[in-house]
């Protein structure tokens, strides 16, 4: 079913993914498994409902079916589903365009997403037993990841919901408070 929805700053264009598993056989792969099919889809009042995008996400996932999503006045980032990758595309691009992957997954769910000027933030399960989750962020440009968290992560009662940042920090609220770490 449909997830998290986005929308541009300026109001112009609402998005969303789409997230379904079906036959592998239809796409070439082993008959009687699953692949997941993500569709990246744009609303906008001039053009109505298009899909921008289809991708396959990895056929051994661990993750639901599921996708955060953000976006600014020029792109749109998305989880691609199953490996926690981070996926870009541009606002205007046409239907069928393929998405650039911006960051590689850590094969674990990703929790929250959210984007300013210069950097995608997304926290991550960690994995570790007792649920401890990593906040993360890239450049909108590409290049090496951040880890902006201690080692071995926040608890899950500290889980990153709501990331917002200004700029010095990076905060987000868990546990009925609000909490801060330098970006």
Known sequence: GATDIAITPDGSSVFFVALTQVDAGMFNGPDGGLVTIGYLYRWRGDTGLTIMTQFQTPTNSTIGLRSKIA????????????????????????????????????????????????????????????????????????????????????????????LMTDSQFIYWGASSSVYRVAK
Not at 75 to 80: A, K, M, S
Not at 128 to 142: E, F, L, N
């Open 71 to 162: 976006a600014d006045n020029s792109n749109v980032y998305f989880e691609d589903g199953a490996s926690g990758s981070i996926l870009l595309l541009a606002v205007d691009a046409p239907s069928g365009t393929p998405p650039t992957v911006l960051s590689q997954g850590h094969g674990r769910s990703i929790y929250e997403l959210f984007v300013d000027d210069d950097r995608v933030y997304f926290t991550v399960d960690t994995a570790t037993p007792g649920g401890y989750y990593q906040i993360y962020s890239v450049s909108k440009c590409g290049g090496a990841e951040t880890i902006h968290t201690a080692a071995g992560g926040l608890p899950w009662n500290y889980v990153a919901a709501g």
